[in-house]
T-cell receptor, first 112, second 115 residues
């Protein structure tokens, strides 16, 4: 069966520091991968999606970037965090040509 | 462009009472529809989905939803809720044929079940 992992579970970082959040999927090949941010009162905002290695699309202009160094690894990064980057970050995957997404446990990021 | 509206941001209900969480969508094409549940500090878990076929869809934990194309709605129902159903519920829509499978989510409805 497929599983999705996110690391770390929680993170507290100072403004201006770098960020790296990791997402890995097991039990499937060539998944579509997604990064979402969930901020209070704003629902889920799609940040990035990827249909393959080095094929990443950004949905909104922001202080963040994403990379996919391996087929089942998706990384969310920032060079300098802002207060507004605080939130709950969710990674998800879906099989190719399907619309059902499966979510990881999330990372709670607090920028102080 | 597609959009999803969850009409109630919060729904309080007593244990063993029925509940309906409302979801309306707008889209110019045929869609797939989903309900997800999120427990505090956890990821989203798929409750049920409508892709095609019967408009009444049954999901996990005793929930069901009915797709109504004429009213562009996909309301979630449960005949008798438990304390453990307290969570936030998200409705989502995806247009058919979207190659990257992007979902548009509503803002969520917080269900609070009281004893």
């Amino acid at each position: 069966s497929q599983t999705i992992h996110q690391w770390p579970a929680t993170l507290v970082q100072p403004v201006g520091s770098p960020l790296s959040l990791e997402c890995t999927v097991e039990g499937t090949s060539n998944p579509n991968l997604y990064w979402y941010r969930q901020a209070a009162g704003r629902g889920l905002q799609l940040l990035f999606y990827s249909i393959g290695i080095d094929q990443i699309s950004s949905e909104v202009p922001q202080n963040l970037s994403a990379s996919r160094p391996q087929d089942r690894q998706f990384i969310l990064s920032s060079k300098k965090l802002l207060l507004s980057d605080s939130g709950f970050y969710l990674c998800a995957w879906s099989a190719v040509s399907t619309d059902t997404q499966y979510f990881g446990p999330g990372t709670r990021l607090t920028v102080l | 462009a597609q959009s999803v509206t969850q009409l109630d941001s919060q729904v309080p209900v007593f244990e063993e009472a029925p509940v309906e969480l409302r979801c309306n969508y707008s889209s110019s094409v045929s869609v797939y529809l989903f309900w997800y549940v999120q427990y505090p500090n956890q990821g989203l878990q798929l409750l049920l989905k409508y892709l095609s076929g019967s408009t009444l869809v049954k999901g996990i934990n005793g929930f069901e939803a009915e797709f109504n194309k004429s009213q562009t709605s996909f309301h979630l129902r449960k005949p008798s809720v438990h304390i453990s159903d307290t969570a936030e519920y998200f409705c989502a829509v995806s247009d058919l044929g979207g190659s990257q499978g992007n979902l548009i989510f509503g803002k969520g409805t917080k269900l609070s079940v009281k004893p």
